[in-house]
């Protein structure tokens, strides 16, 4: 089983809808983030979490929002999906601490379409 | 937040070996530089990360020079599979700073 899992892998919505992408992990680090890319381009970070009561904007923070329910699950919303929100989305953790190299773990990400 | 300049694009044939620079030139005292490989539609894995001078392991090296302002990632003997994209990242792991802009990358072609 993947240490980071994000649902659903696929999701075609219209114009206006509500839209939860999940994401967990069993890795059991505190810090979470949710990223976007767009083809040939880059990842743009929307959202980050330290830990369950730390909430944080990226990059591209409008049109979403996020939820920590617990250390292991962190959610993106999107309140009324646009098209240009069409995306890959993907879900990442990452360890920090004395020696640690922050380095991130990628969920195998959500591919979302807006129509 | 320390940002980065890469080469849009790279092509190299098979066997060679392949060097990508990245300018950080705001980089901090207690900024790290790492990379991240990235094959289509899959996140992006770490590859390799270090604070000055150089770092090898079994998959890269990297080296950085005295002033830190840039660093280079050397990729020995890249097979068709190096083909992927490659970005740079500068920050603080403590702060979590390492981790907020990955940049646009460098794209790698391996030619047969």
């Known amino acids: 089983d993947a240490d980071v899992t994000q649902t659903p892998r696929n999701r075609i919505t219209k114009t206006g809808k509500r839209i939860m992408l999940e994401c967990s992990q069993t890795?059991?680090?505190?810090?979470m983030y949710w990223y976007r890319q767009d083809p040939g381009l880059g990842l743009r970070l929307i959202y980050y979490?330290?830990?369950?009561?730390?909430?944080n904007k990226g990059e591209i923070s409008d049109g979403y929002s996020v939820s920590r329910q617990a250390q292991a699950k962190f959610s993106l919303s999107l309140e009324s999906a646009i098209p240009n929100q069409t995306a890959l989305y993907f879900c990442?953790?990452?360890?920090f601490g004395a020696g640690a190299t922050g380095e991130l773990f990628f969920g195998e990400g959500s591919r979302l379409t807006v129509l | 937040l320390a940002k980065t300049t890469q080469p849009i694009s790279m092509d190299s044939y098979e066997g060679q070996e392949v060097n990508i620079t990245c300018s950080h030139n705001?980089?901090?005292?207690?900024?790290?530089i790492t990379w991240y490989q990235q094959f289509p539609s899959q996140g992006p894995r770490f590859i390799i990360q270090?604070?000055?001078t150089k770092v090898t392991n079994e998959v890269a090296s990297l080296f950085i020079p005295a002033d830190r302002k840039s660093s280079t990632l050397s990729l020995p003997r890249v097979s068709l599979s190096d083909t992927a994209v490659y970005y740079c990242?500068?920050?603080?792991?403590?702060?979590?700073?390492?981790?907020?802009?990955f940049g646009t990358g460098t794209r790698l072609t391996v030619i047969p």
């Open positions: 990442a953790t990452s360890d």
């Open positions: 890795k059991g680090h505190d810090r």
């Open positions: 979490s330290f830990d369950v009561k730390d909430i």
């Open positions: 705001n980089i901090a005292t207690n900024d790290y």
């Open positions: 270090g604070y000055k």
């Open positions: 990242l500068v920050g603080d792991p403590q702060t979590g700073a390492n981790n907020l802009f």
